[in-house]
């Protein structure tokens, strides 16, 4: 099948000739989109979900009747400012040769609040927007979402696991009754099916599973290390295997800063990328990792969803994500598009039972491997043999606080 085979403009099928043909989720997906219906859509990161609603909405707004002050005929909610730069930078690319000039917004947080208020004078006909940015220019009297023809939820499992439910739910109260949703996810846990009940209507379920060959794309590496000598080996792993651009994952900012500084020490350019940066200093160092300025970012999980960086050949987990569908996100940076990618983890004496779990719940079965001159020496101790295990098998920091207050009110 071909892009042409969906009856796009011819705009939009020149936008999209760069590709051979569409992906799995972009066949199933486009024509439901098309056909002004509901829709609920799970794919893995990486499988072209943003194309898969990007097209068929300009194409939609093409179709419809476009009014001064422009109205918002697009929302789409993103749970990250980089998802949403990225989101709107596909909007835009793909509506360049438009018969009509389409007027894209995009509403973050990080950053100041008044230069978005001034783009949004005279309306706007695509908004892509953090949900807590967007309330605070509701606030504003900046926008108003009273006809809003489509909304997009992206990554909406995601939204949910940052804590977004409450501010959902505002937003959808000030959209019209009757509208086109869709709902695009990498995974599927209860809460989607919740708020999917809440919002769709009738939806066309769309369920894109990988292909075995898709994950064969990746390779992955599991190496035993002592807890220390976890930046030394990534520094001898860089020189000895040449690798021209990694992503390391950490599980604290302090930690993203701590490896960076070690790494910088020992002539390595490196960057971090974590929530507690600057918007600024976010896109900066990002731009400098896909221009090869910097050879290692050095991230948390905020680096895990929303960051298509192509030719990225390699990504370490430094730190083991605590579940195994956060490790399955955190790989998915490499081997995208059709690209050989390595995954590999550092699996120390304390992580090792919960690398165990990690694989059960994928289905993985990845060889350890012992590194010459970094041979491991410490032993799990007995009781932490079990400890770290998978999310949702122990409590997190919002259970506790409802447990705490349950208590205060008996």
Wanted: net charge positive; with cysteine; glycine share 6%.
């Amino acid at each position: 099948m071909s892009f042409s085979a969906f009856g796009l403009s011819a705009p939009l099928i020149s936008a999209v000739s760069k590709y051979d043909s569409p992906t799995a989720v972009q066949s199933a997906a486009i024509p439901a989109v098309l056909a002004g219906g509901d829709l609920l859509a799970t794919a893995r990161t990486g499988s072209g979900k943003t194309t898969a609603f990007v097209l068929p909405l300009l194409q939609r707004w093409l179709d419809s009747k476009h009014d001064k002050p422009r109205r918002v005929h697009t929302l789409i909610l993103v749970p990250t400012r980089e998802l949403a730069a990225q989101v709107r930078e596909v909007v835009q690319d793909f509506s360049n040769d438009l018969p009509e000039r389409i007027k894209v917004v995009s509403a973050v947080g990080g950053v100041s609040i008044n230069p978005q208020m001034m783009a949004l004078r005279g309306g706007a006909d695509f908004i892509v927007a953090t949900p807590g940015r967007l309330l605070d220019l509701i606030d504003h009297n900046a926008i108003k979402l009273s006809d809003v023809s489509a909304l997009v939820l992206d990554e909406a499992d995601r939204m949910l696991d940052l804590g977004f439910s409450e501010e959902l739910d505002r937003i959808l109260s000030l959209l019209p009754p009757v509208r086109q949703n869709l709902l695009f996810s990498a995974t599927f846990p209860g809460a989607i099916e919740q708020i999917a009940e809440k919002i769709l209507v009738n939806p066309t379920r769309i369920e894109i599973e990988s292909a075995p060959e898709e994950a064969a794309e990746i390779q992955q590496r599991a190496i035993r290390v002592d807890k220390e000598k976890r930046t030394p080996l990534l520094r001898h792993l860089i020189a000895t295997e040449n690798w021209k651009r990694v992503l390391v994952f950490v599980a604290t900012q302090y930690g993203a800063d701590h490896v960076v500084d070690k790494l910088r020490r020992n002539g390595i350019r490196a960057g971090a990328f974590h929530g507690e940066l600057s918007q600024g200093a976010r896109n900066d160092v990002l731009s400098d990792f896909k221009k090869s300025h910097i050879k290692v970012l050095v991230a948390t999980d905020l680096a895990a969803r929303g960051l298509d960086i192509s030719q990225l050949p390699v990504v370490v987990n430094y730190d083991l994500p605590r579940s195994a569908t956060d490790y399955t996100h955190r790989i998915g940076r490499t081997g995208r598009a059709g690209e050989c990618g390595m995954a590999v983890s550092f699996i120390t004496a304390e992580s090792q039972a919960h690398f165990c779990l990690i694989e059960k719940r994928n289905g993985a079965n990845i060889a350890r491997e012992e590194i010459a001159g970094f041979e491991p020496t410490e032993v799990a101790a007995p009781e932490a043999a079990g400890a770290g295990g998978i999310k949702g098998k122990r409590k997190s920091k919002k259970d506790k606080l409802r447990e705490a207050a349950a208590r205060k009110k008996d």
